[in-house]
């Protein structure tokens, strides 16, 4: 495929640098991509849509296919949505110009959009400042630290649904969330980086909240076996105690409780 198409592919799907693989591996006929080059996609369209329901084509070739054209069918919606209220807006500028009258939906709509747009690309722009300045170490604490204060159900023990949404609530907070595939590829792998320290992370913050108050735990789990007239000290117990008061700690925690005891 010539590279004047690729550049317009990548253009018109708004391709991560990740996907750009993808246009080499799908052949698209020139006819297509020519109306392509001068604004007209339903060939495009069309040709891609006959790629996914084609039995004879590879597996994987028919899910790139659909992918391109969900992402297509995606930019060409919210590429008309915006126009028309653009449109909206501009003819209700030309006809009530000098006149005040009552906002329309159209054009509140078209106002609150364009508020958030731009407040939207103001924070994604610091967001990816941000990340560049950050090592990735700083950036792991900063996650921790964020979904510890977004989820302080956390202080009771690890879960691991809780971690999922607190990595999507800091994306969502710093203004990326959605837009990953807009980072460039050095923040991308950065980003990456620091999120597999995250899980490790929170486990550690979690496991010194419980040993930071180890001896009140200790004496609480010796009351409780004295209370069920049981004398043996066993990781197990200690585990059945800990669950019995909504904690779920680790086996550091556990280990740590049985051989003081």
């Known amino acids: 495929m010539d590279i004047k198409y690729k550049l317009k592919l990548v253009e018109v799907l708004r391709l991560r640098p990740a996907d750009i693989e993808l246009i080499s591996s799908i052949n698209l006929s020139i006819s297509s991509l020519e109306l392509?080059?001068?604004g007209n996609y339903d060939a495009l369209a069309k040709e891609l849509d006959s790629i996914v329901v084609d039995?004879?084509?590879?597996?994987?070739?028919?899910?790139?296919?659909?992918s391109l054209k969900t992402l297509l069918s995606l930019n060409r919606a919210s590429d008309e949505l915006d126009a028309?209220?653009?449109?909206?807006?501009i003819e209700d500028d030309s006809e009530l110009e000098d006149t005040p009258v009552e906002e329309t939906w159209e054009s509140k709509m078209y106002r609150e959009k364009q508020g958030d747009s731009k407040k939207n690309e103001l924070s994604f722009k610091e967001a990816k400042k941000m990340l560049k300045d950050t090592p990735v170490e700083v950036l792991t604490a900063q996650y921790c630290e964020f979904i510890m204060q977004k989820f302080p159900q956390l202080r009771d023990g690890f879960d691991n649904g809780l971690y999922r949404m607190g990595m999507g609530a800091y994306h969502e907070h710093i203004g990326i969330n959605g837009k990953e595939y807009l980072l460039p590829t050095e923040?991308?792998?950065?980003v990456y980086f620091a999120r597999r320290g995250v899980m490790?992370?929170?486990n550690k913050i979690i496991d010194d909240?419980?040993?930071?108050?180890?001896?009140?735990?200790?004496s609480?789990?010796?009351?409780?076996?004295?209370?069920?007239?049981e004398t043996r000290v066993s990781k197990k117990s200690i585990k059945t105690f800990f669950e019995e008061q909504g904690k779920h700690v680790s086996d550091k925690v556990l280990?740590?409780?049985?051989?003081d005891l």
Do not use: H, P
């Open 36 to 38: 392509m080059m001068n």
């Open 55 to 66: 039995e004879k084509v590879s597996e994987k070739t028919r899910l790139i296919a659909a």
């Open 84 to 89: 028309a209220c653009n449109n909206m807006l």
């Open 187 to 190: 923040i991308n792998q950065k």
């Open 200 to 202: 490790d992370g929170l």
């Open 209 to 218: 909240i419980f040993l930071g108050e180890i001896d009140k735990w200790e």
């Open 220 to 229: 609480n789990y010796k009351t409780w076996l004295s209370q069920r007239n």
């Open 255 to 259: 280990d740590r409780v049985k051989m």
